[in-house]
């Protein structure tokens, strides 16, 4: 795009009244900020206040920054600086350029299809333990489970352990660590040395860690010196190579361990709880859910070789991550300066957000966006809107590599609730979207259990 910068155009600004009601919080939220930018204003759109940046509208723009000049576009240095590796370690999370690359060829032969698919009879085994628990008509919040679930399941494939039982302590101690990274990037001026400052919080972090690297470190050794490997994903870490033959050492196998500890079930979880909320109010799509679940399978459990007939579990699921996506932001920062498709001119170091919430909701690509319709994600409607308007796990290099593990995990385990109960939104909530870390709900999703009767 040499010569494209002679007909660029720029972003348009949002008023300054938008902008100052949003820096002293006026704007009920996050969210609704940025809609109302995505509304109103072009597809790129100047927020800024401090460090340029702009927000992101349309599909194109984000496929060229997230796939067609990726190297151009880096992850923020608040993850990727010295601070964000003390809290996140040297794995993929926090590493970048070709480290990055080089890790994600590693790391991607555990997420191919083939692999994942030996974890299916763990996910439904641990739903069906937890619908073992629930009592009928029993009053519940159904985001609390749904995490407990997902944390549940993490802990069985990565670690072979079972985090509501004999490692309670393990979770406890992601569980703090998880609260502290997310109270770190959700600050407005970056910690420089993390942990370190006498306060309780910080305490709390270092004890919570001391105890994650004995218990990690602990697990490699004793996979180290067994002729035999538990079937989970640390072991597969254990034995992944590179391109030459090299394995990965203890310090980069619990980093990688540690970084699918703590971010990978909290947005399967909140995408489970966010889908049957949404399934909870609309009986339709729920019977039509119940009808292909039991004509696919008739009354036995789901399995692996399952998923591909499943196809409208899986559109339910995708749907529900369009209205609220867990991983509801993706943050890129210009190396150099650069012309998106759309004509307009990104100054080098200028900050893009790019918003899955927003770019979901836009009507342009899916009418009445705030209707809950699966049928969005028949093969017909997905190959009729450009790609990227829809883009829960982000795409190109740096795409999600739980993505495979996340889809699985969410048809298998919609599955095996529909089989077996209904939920009915209790009255008198008001459930508020929150956009931390993650898009969770302000004060859980109450609802009631009803058992679902097997077909006459």
């Given at each position: 795009m040499e010569n494209a910068g002679q007909n660029w155009k720029t972003p348009s600004r949002a008023p300054w009244r938008l902008l100052l009601a949003r820096a002293v919080r006026r704007l009920p939220d996050t969210l609704d900020f940025f809609l109302k930018c995505a509304e109103h204003y072009e597809d790129v759109v100047d927020l800024t206040l401090g460090p340029r940046t702009y927000l992101l509208n349309n599909p194109e723009d984000i496929r060229y920054v997230l796939e067609v000049n990726h190297p151009n576009y880096s992850k923020t240095r608040r993850l990727t600086s010295r601070s964000g590796q003390m809290l996140s370690g040297k794995g993929l999370l926090t590493s970048s350029g070709t480290t990055a690359l080089r890790q994600r060829r590693v790391l991607h032969p555990i997420f191919a299809r083939a692999t994942l698919s030996g974890f299916s009879e763990v996910m439904v085994q641990c739903t069906e333990q937890m619908l073992a628990r629930w009592r009928p008509d029993a009053e519940l919040d159904i985001a609390a489970e749904m995490l407990a679930l997902s944390q549940q399941i993490m802990g069985k494939t990565l670690f072979s352990v079972d985090l509501l039982g004999e490692a309670r302590d393990l979770a406890a101690a992601l569980k703090a660590r998880r609260q502290y990274i997310q109270h770190y990037f959700g600050s407005p001026f970056p910690l420089p040395f993390p942990g370190y400052l006498p306060t309780r919080p910080n305490w709390e972090y270092r004890r919570a860690m001391r105890y994650i690297d004995r218990a990690i470190s602990d697990m490699i050794r004793v996979r180290r010196a067994s002729p035999a490997l538990p079937q989970d994903i640390l072991s597969l870490l254990l034995q992944a190579q590179d391109k030459e033959g090299g394995l990965m050492d203890d310090e980069q196998i619990r980093d990688e361990a540690l970084t699918i500890a703590t971010t990978g079930y909290e947005t399967i979880g909140l995408a489970l709880a966010w889908t049957w909320y949404l399934l909870s109010q609309h009986p339709e799509a729920e019977r039509q859910l119940v009808a292909e679940v039991r004509t696919v399978l008739d009354s036995r459990a789901p399995a692996a070789a399952d998923v591909p007939q499943l196809r409208y579990p899986e559109m339910v699921f995708s749907e529900g991550m369009r209205l609220y996506p867990p991983t509801w932001i993706f943050v890129r920062?210009?190396?150099?300066?650069?012309?998106?498709?759309?004509?307009?001119?990104?100054?080098?170091?200028?900050?893009?957000?790019?918003?899955?919430?927003?770019?979901?909701?836009?009507?342009?690509?899916?009418?009445?966006?705030?209707?809950?319709?699966?049928?969005?994600?028949?093969?017909?409607?997905?190959?009729?809107?450009?790609?990227?308007?829809?883009?829960?796990?982000?795409?190109?290099?740096?795409?999600?590599?739980?993505?495979?593990?996340?889809?699985?995990?969410?048809?298998?385990v919609l599955t095996c609730m529909a089989q077996r109960v209904r939920l009915e939104l209790l009255p008198g909530q008001s459930i508020v979207p929150v956009p931390g870390q993650t898009l969770s709900p302000k004060q859980g999703i109450r609802v009631r259990v009803h058992t679902r009767l097997p077909e006459a």
């Open positions: 920062v210009a190396q150099q300066a650069d012309v998106l498709p759309s004509g307009f001119h990104i100054p080098a170091g200028t900050k893009l957000y790019l918003c899955p919430y927003t770019t979901h909701r836009n009507p342009r690509y899916f009418p009445e966006p705030e209707r809950f319709d699966p049928e969005r994600f028949s093969e017909s409607a997905k190959q009729a809107r450009p790609r990227l308007a829809y883009f829960p796990f982000a795409a190109g290099p740096r795409v999600c590599l739980g993505q495979g593990f996340a889809l699985l995990e969410g048809v298998l």
